[in-house]
């Protein structure tokens, strides 16, 4: 009996740098945030969502993220300008397609140590695939994960925004994200 116990303490110590201590991130919704830049003529803005929902887990020892969601409402992404909040709802055909989602794929850590993450970013009701690096850093059970991501608005069927036939916003946006909370 003793020398199963051994033998099966044996294993498990053999095979601990390979077991992950899993974890969920309790995301605060104060510390957290998503944003959107967009240059157009002459000037450039940015959009903040003030709501979304984000559930994300991992390995709690190594901080990469093993599946992640996110998603919103997208009359929650305000610019701080009514009006063109109001215009960009109507440009996105707010009424047929009412939320944005990412669903990450997988992570990897490429030749040179940074991290990545692969999934998919709906908009529009329409899906498309991407990649970019992201940190992580954590101290005690306060976790943190930083990454951005450039896109075309015209690859989810959105057309370039002109006004007034002189000002248009580049189809090249910047998406940030800072998502904090503790493991659990």
């Known amino acids: 009996m003793k020398t199963a116990i051994l033998l099966g303490v044996s294993f498990l110590t053999a095979l601990s740098p390979f077991i992950s201590e899993a974890g969920d991130l309790a995301v605060d919704a104060q510390k957290s945030w998503v944003k959107v830049d967009a240059s157009a003529t002459g000037h450039s803005f940015s959009g903040s969502l003030s709501k979304f929902d984000a559930k994300i887990s991992g390995d709690a020892t190594s901080l990469a993220p093993s599946s992640a969601t996110l998603q919103w ?12 909040d109001a215009e960009m709802l109507k440009w996105l055909e707010y009424a047929k397609n009412q939320s944005g989602s990412f669903t990450m794929s997988k992570t990897w850590t490429d030749a040179a140590g940074k991290t990545w993450a692969q999934g998919n970013l709906k908009i529009h009701g329409i899906s498309k695939s991407l990649a970019f690096p992201l ?4 101290t005690g059970d306060r976790l943190k994960i930083d990454g951005s991501v450039w ?21 090249k946006l910047k998406i940030s994200f800072h998502l904090e909370g503790d493991v659990k």
């Not at 896109?151 to 189809?171: C, E, G, H, K």
């Open 73 to 84: 409402d997208f009359s929650d992404l305000k610019t701080n300008d009514a009006k063109r």
């Open 135 to 138: 940190t992580t850093s954590k």
């Open 151 to 171: 896109i075309d608005y015209q690859d989810f069927s959105l057309p370039i925004i002109r006004n007034m036939a002189v000002m248009t916003v580049d189809p």
